[in-house]
């Protein structure tokens, strides 16, 4: 596997069908307008219609011709995965779900989604988990599914008993815990798809540490942020990249006719950098830690994963 893989060179994605949850801001536009770039149909699935619609605009500026929806979708609301994952199944088949959209600090006190699950884990990994499960029968022979993991799982140990911050919340600890079992849900469907001898694929991606605030710029995209954030963002993002760079590692995910099922990619000097292969924290690689939150994930969601 070549770490000399070059994102700003990417191969032909015509004919194929690509779904960015969270595509309307971020990484997650970046990710859009790449994919889009090398001639990929893109659905954006994402919250406001308002933002998809400046975000469309913004990508066919700079690719004419692309070809983009927008599907609205609230992962904190398993009504509305469910409403979603049937609109995004009329573009079957997809080639890839790229389950991007994130919220960082969803509180300060611990919220619940409309499910009544702690918010952070409720939407970074059960929403897509859901989504999932629903589009899993859409996507293609080779399709893939690419999850966004992060660092904090790094800095933050897993209490895998409080996964849910029952006992605990703390809103970091809470955005950590949901990046281990988003990796952990990529790893475990990784293997139950070798086992299962599926060619689809699981693969996952870290940004690092990116920040609009060193992003190309794109009005009304990257300066939406409030002033103090993207002040705050100016000021210490040097040791980190824009989130034009941010896009990297999911693209690669996406596009890279070379990767392998349970590959990770993330930046070269793991806060910013090329897209590389990389290892995810062993806590969320361990194969007892995605067997519980797989089933856990099932009851909660009430579905049951085609694998
Ligand atoms: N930036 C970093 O340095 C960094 C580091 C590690 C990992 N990550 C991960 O990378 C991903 C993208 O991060 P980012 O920095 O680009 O975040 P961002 O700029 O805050 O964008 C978040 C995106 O998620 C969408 N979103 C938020 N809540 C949602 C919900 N309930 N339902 C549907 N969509 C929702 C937002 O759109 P709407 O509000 O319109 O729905 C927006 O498009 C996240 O998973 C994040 O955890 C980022």
Do not use: C
């Amino acid at each position: 596997m070549s770490d000399a893989w070059d994102p700003r060179n990417l191969p032909s994605l015509a004919g194929r069908t690509v779904v960015v949850t969270g595509g309307n801001a971020g990484i997650g536009y970046f990710t859009v307008e790449q994919l889009a770039g090398a001639g990929a149909r893109v659905v954006i699935a994402a919250r406001s219609a308002e933002k998809a619609e400046l975000a469309m605009r913004s990508v066919r500026e700079r690719v004419p011709g692309a070809e983009l929806a927008h599907v609205r979708l609230d992962l904190l609301s398993l009504d509305s995965v469910r409403e979603a994952a049937e609109r995004i199944a009329e573009f079957r088949p997809l080639h890839a779900l790229v389950n991007n959209a994130g919220l960082v600090i969803a509180s300060r006190t611990r919220l619940l989604t409309a499910d009544g699950f702690e918010q952070t884990v409720g939407g970074n990994f059960l929403g897509h988990f859901a989504l999932t499960t629903l589009l899993f029968p859409a996507l293609a022979p080779d399709g893939r599914v690419v999850g966004l993991g992060s660092d904090s799982t790094r800095m933050v140990r897993l209490d895998a008993d409080d996964l849910w911050s029952d006992r605990t919340y703390k809103p970091f600890r809470a955005y950590a815990f949901s990046k281990h079992a988003v990796q952990g849900f990529q790893l475990e469907l990784a293997r139950r798809l070798t086992a299962a001898g599926d060619s689809r694929m699981s693969l996952l991606a870290h940004p690092g540490w990116s920040t609009n605030a060193y992003a190309a710029k794109r009005p009304g995209i990257t300066d939406r942020d409030p002033l103090g954030v993207r002040v705050g963002e100016a000021l210490s993002g040097w040791v980190g990249q824009g989130k034009d760079h941010g896009a990297w590692p999911s693209v690669r995910a996406v596009a890279d006719l070379d990767a392998v099922n349970g590959m990770y990619f993330g930046p070269s000097r793991m806060l910013a950098g090329r897209p590389v292969p990389t290892t995810p924290v062993a806590s969320s690689a361990s194969s007892a830690f995605g067997a519980a939150l797989w089933s856990d994930a099932e009851s909660r969601t009430a579905t049951r994963f085609p694998l």
